[in-house]
C-alpha cells in the first residue's frame, strides 16, 4: 500500500494507454497499489460503474476508497496528494503549471485524436485529413518538447515530468502502431528531439513496469478489428 494509513487500488484495463498513465504517474512517485482489471467488453464491475457514473470508463483511482476519474486529473491528483512522496511531476512554478496542463490537454484532444483518425478513419478521406492534423499536431509537439525541456532529456528537465507522464502513455501503442499500421508517430526526420525522447522515454525502469508490451498490443488490436468486423458483417446481414 502507499504509506501509512493510505490505500491505492486502480481500475484499469491493461491495453488502455490512460491507465498505463496512471500507472507511470504511480511508478514514478513510487506508490505501490491494487491492480484491479476491468472487462471492459465482457461486463464491468459494480465498483466501476459507482465510481464513474459519468463516463463509465477506466482509469479510476480509489484513494481510502474516494474515486477520481479521468487519467491526467488522476496523475495531477495524485502528484498533490502525495507531494511528500517522490518526485513532483507538475512544476512548482504556477505559470511553468499552465503550460503543463495546456500541452497535456494538446496530448488527448489533438495528437492522439488525429492519430487515432488516420489509423482508424471510416474513409480514406478521413484517414487523409487524420493524418494531415497528425503532422501538424507532431510539429506542434516538437516545437514544445524544445521549449520545456530547455536542452534536456526530458519535458521534466533531467527528471520526468507531468508532460512526460502524459505522453509517455502513448509510448508502447505508438510502437505498436508502427507494427500494424507502418507509421510511426515521432521520427528522425520529422521529430528528432521527440523520437529520442520516445528511446529514452521507453527505456526507464518504471515505464517498462507500467508499459504494455508491444507485441501484445499488436495482437490485442488485431483481435480487436477482427471482432469489430465480424460484428458489422453479421448486423448487415
Ligand atoms: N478521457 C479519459 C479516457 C478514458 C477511456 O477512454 N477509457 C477507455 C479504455 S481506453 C474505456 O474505459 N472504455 C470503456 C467504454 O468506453 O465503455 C481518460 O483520460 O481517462
Redesign the pocket.
Known amino acids: 500500500m502507499a504509506g501509512g494509513s493510505d490505500e491505492l487500488k486502480l481500475l484499469g484495463?491493461w491495453a488502455?494507454?490512460?491507465v498505463m498513465r496512471v500507472k507511470l504517474a504511480l511508478g514514478f512517485k513510487g506508490l505501490s497499489y491494487e491492480d484491479v482489471e476491468e472487462d471492459?467488453f465482457g461486463g464491468k464491475s459494480e465498483l466501476l460503474l459507482k465510481s464513474n457514473p459519468v463516463h463509465?470508463?477506466?482509469?479510476v483511482l480509489l484513494h481510502n476508497g474516494k474515486p477520481v476519474c479521468?487519467?491526467?486529473i488522476i496523475v495531477q491528483y495524485i502528484d498533490e496528494a502525495f507531494a511528500g512522496t517522490g518526485p513532483l511531476l507538475l512544476p512548482s512554478d504556477p505559470y511553468e503549471r499552465a503550460i503543463a496542463r495546456f500541452w497535456g490537454a494538446y496530448i488527448?484532444d489533438k495528437l492522439l485524436a488525429s492519430f487515432l483518425q488516420s489509423a482508424k478513419g471510416k474513409t480514406e478521406e478521413e484517414k487523409a485529413e487524420g493524418l494531415k492534423q497528425t503532422l501538424v499536431a507532431v510539429e506542434n509537439m516538437e516545437g514544445a518538447f524544445k521549449e520545456i525541456s530547455k536542452g534536456k532529456p526530458f519535458f521534466g528537465g533531467d527528471t520526468v515530468g507531468y508532460l512526460d507522464v502524459t505522453l509517455g502513455a502513448l509510448v508502447s501503442w505508438i510502437h505498436a502502431a508502427e507494427k500494424i499500421y507502418g507509421m510511426r508517430l515521432f521520427d528522425a526526420t520529422r521529430s528528432p528531439l521527440l523520437n529520442a525522447w520516445l528511446e529514452q522515454f521507453g527505456a526507464l525502469d518504471v515505464a517498462k513496469a507500467a508499459l504494455a508490451d508491444v507485441d501484445r498490443l499488436v495482437e490485442y488490436a488485431k483481435k480487436r478489428q477482427a471482432d469489430q468486423a465480424a460484428a458489422e458483417a453479421s448486423s448487415n446481414n
Open positions: 484495463m488502455s494507454p490512460f471492459l463509465k470508463k477506466v482509469p479521468e487519467s491526467q488527448d
